[in-house]
């Protein structure tokens, strides 16, 4: 679902994650929200700053690996730091799309990203893949004959079973060329339960976000192959020394990339050489 009114008396997840990140962009509401998790789960925004830090680690493992193309499925508003950024410091052609279905994350994003030539914002259900991929603003930035990297971060816990989260998945991934990455983080008790309960008790009257182990989501990428370290906490994804102080004792979230597809090999000529 799009939503594309606004209530500023409900917390939206982007305005939430965007307060815990130090950021301007949310509502009373959504600090109260933010503030209530706070007070069940002390370091749930030393694991939101963990989580920034590891965007940034993927990021670059994508450019390292030669992609120049991404697609940012639910990912809020682009504040400093984001994508487009971390990219363009490697390669100023590099290309990004953002897509939101929240309404102030997508006028935000809008109005951020205005007069850009290689970044836009997408106002879309990312649950809904064939919208997404087929939308005038992913095919005139994206090209899909080279490779893509999908960037499906804190928001496939969103996800329903009733939304069929491997059938999404897989339909973007089967939309990528060869060499294509996804990258993928997702809420979870199994590291930490008590404070991860403590927080699905203080979230508003709605559905609960889905709280699956690694090796439920690991069954959600067919034939995609997890580079390593594999599926681990946020902060344990490849750290740099900097990355040390934001390890926090109760992780709430594990983070994982994934080759969606191998650059085959060439094939060899007729004469066997």
């Not at 209530?7 to 997840?13: A, G, Q, T």
């Not at 939308?135 to 969103?158: C, I, K, S, Y």
């Amino acid at each position: 679902m799009i939503t594309r009114t606004l209530d500023l008396d409900r917390p939206s997840d982007a305005r939430v994650h965007d307060y815990m990140l130090g950021g301007g962009s949310n509502f009373a509401a959504d600090r109260a929200l933010a503030r209530r998790i706070l007070a069940q789960a002390p370091y749930a925004r030393l694991e939101a700053l963990a989580a920034r830090n590891c965007l940034r680690r993927m990021m670059r493992t994508c450019l390292d690996q030669g992609v120049r193309q991404f697609l940012d499925l639910g990912s809020g508003i682009p504040i400093a730091g984001s994508p487009h950024e971390i990219a363009a410091e490697a390669d100023p052609a590099a290309r990004v799309v953002y897509v939101d279905n929240e309404q102030i994350a997508a006028t935000q994003g809008t109005l951020l990203l205005a007069g850009s030539e290689t970044a836009v914002m997408l106002h879309a259900d990312v649950r809904d893949p064939e919208s997404v991929l087929a939308a005038e603003e992913t095919r005139r930035l994206l090209d899909f004959d080279q490779p893509v990297a999908v960037l499906l971060l804190g928001v496939l816990h969103q996800f329903g079973e009733h939304h069929q989260p491997a059938e999404v998945i897989r339909h973007y991934t089967d939309a990528l060329a060869p060499g294509s990455l996804l990258a993928l983080s997702h809420f979870t008790d199994e590291f930490a339960p008590k404070p991860a309960h403590d927080i699905l008790a203080v979230l508003p009257d709605c559905p609960p976000p889905a709280m699956r182990d690694r090796a439920t989501v690991l069954s959600y990428l067919g034939d995609a192959e997890p580079l390593e370290p594999g599926a681990v906490p946020v902060a344990d994804w490849r750290p740099e020394p900097g990355d040390a102080d934001l390890r926090s004792p109760e992780p709430l979230s594990f983070a994982l990339l994934a080759r969606t597809a191998p650059t085959p090999p060439p094939h060899p000529n007729s004469s066997g050489i």
